[in-house]
């Protein structure tokens, strides 16, 4: 399974990126503003493209098919490795479909349903998200959204990637990687929590206080 960094932070990416686990990396207009800056959004993205090699989504904010197709195509041609990201809405399919055939990459995010999913694997989305944690926090159970989302792919052959997003715990990293998930998107504090482990800390430190204690 790939893991993607869920950030617009170049800091933190880079961090991670060094140790050779950042695959990708997702974008969203809530975590560019963030980080801005007093940056534009292209020279982020720009900035992530350079620092990353793999996949780098950056997500249109118009509504319209025409308009999110203007801001795609323009995407598009600030790196080699972006990734639109468009809305799994009506006009966010009108516009995947004309960028499939473009050979444009995409990915289609605020995904809720295996209904949507399937409406995206059947346009040739490069990756779908499926916001798992969002659907957590309202009581449904986010997992199985991916769940069925790689069932589905996998019956009819679909060549999207299934990228799990929004993540609430590790544990659920454990659950889409034995799902099948493609990608699992995180952000660079739920890295932090997939290594850390009280018994490792503990069972070091044991071992760390008998070596202290031995004639050397
Ligand atoms: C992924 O592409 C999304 O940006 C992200 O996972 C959303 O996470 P959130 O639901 O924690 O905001």
Do not use: H
């Not at 997500?59 to 790196?79: C, F, N, P």
């Not at 995180?186 to 202290?212: C, H, I």
Request: charge should be positive.
């Amino acid at each position: 399974m790939k893991l993607f960094l869920d950030t617009a932070n170049v800091e933190d990416i880079r961090k991670f990126n060094e140790l050779g686990i950042v695959d990708g990396v997702t974008t969203n207009p809530s975590w560019i503003s963030r980080d801005s800056k007093g940056r534009s959004f292209r020279e982020i993205v720009v900035e992530i493209c350079r620092e990353v090699k793999g996949p780098v989504s950056a997500e249109v904010v118009a509504t319209d098919a025409k308009g999110m197709l203007k801001e795609a195509r323009e995407i598009s041609g600030w790196a080699k490795n972006t990734v639109v990201k468009l809305p799994t809405t009506f006009e966010g399919l009108k516009a995947l479909k004309i960028l499939a055939s473009e050979g444009i990459k995409t990915n289609m995010t605020l995904v809720f349903s295996a209904n949507q999913a399937l409406l995206v694997g059947k346009l040739g989305a490069t990756f779908v998200s499926p916001f798992m944690g969002r659907l957590t926090d309202a009581g449904y159970d986010g997992v199985q959204l991916v769940r069925e989302t790689v069932g589905i792919y996998r019956n009819y052959g679909f060549r999207t990637s299934v990228l799990a997003a929004s993540f609430r715990s590790p544990r659920e990293v454990t659950e889409v990687a034995l799902a099948g998930a493609d990608v699992a998107t995180l952000k660079p504090e739920q890295v932090d929590l997939m290594l850390k482990n009280p018994f490792t800390e503990a069972g070091l430190k044991a071992f760390l206080d008998s070596w202290a204690s031995m004639k050397k």
